[in-house]
């Protein structure tokens, strides 16, 4: 069992940067891949940036991140993050934070990003 508690999201002017926090509670290991998603009003959930494990490593981002966010993760701390730059008004959504094992998946409950033009 893992839990995951998203924070760092509010209103930021286009242009501006943020910077949210993933803390991971529980059952939780460096061997867990990690992922930000968003999820608009009206849109499906989607991947934004994805880190693997300790075991593999790497990492991934949405072409619309790619250059713009940073995904990092800190094991000693239980926290993964997300810096957001160049914030465009495209990017309002609620951001939630994700932990996958072998299959098993995890959710946090989001944090608000909104982007004012």
């Known amino acids: 069992q893992v839990q995951l508690v998203e924070s760092g999201g509010g209103l930021v002017q286009a242009g501006g940067s943020l910077k949210l926090s993933c803390a991971a509670s529980?059952?939780?290991?460096?061997?867990?891949?990690m992922g930000w998603y968003r999820q608009a009003p009206g849109k499906q959930r989607e991947l934004v940036a994805y880190?693997?494990?300790?075991?593999?490593?790497?990492?991934n981002y949405a072409e619309s991140a790619k250059a713009r966010f940073t995904i990092s993760r800190d094991n000693a701390k239980k926290m993964v993050f997300l810096e957001m730059n160049s914030l465009k008004p495209e990017d309002t959504a609620v951001y939630y934070c994700?932990?996958?094992?072998?299959?098993?998946?995890?959710w946090g409950q989001g944090t608000q990003v909104t982007v004012s033009s």
């Open positions: 880190i693997g494990g300790s075991d593999v490593g790497g990492t």
């Open positions: 994700n932990s996958e094992l072998h299959g098993t998946y995890y």
């Open positions: 529980g059952n939780f290991f460096s061997l867990h891949s």
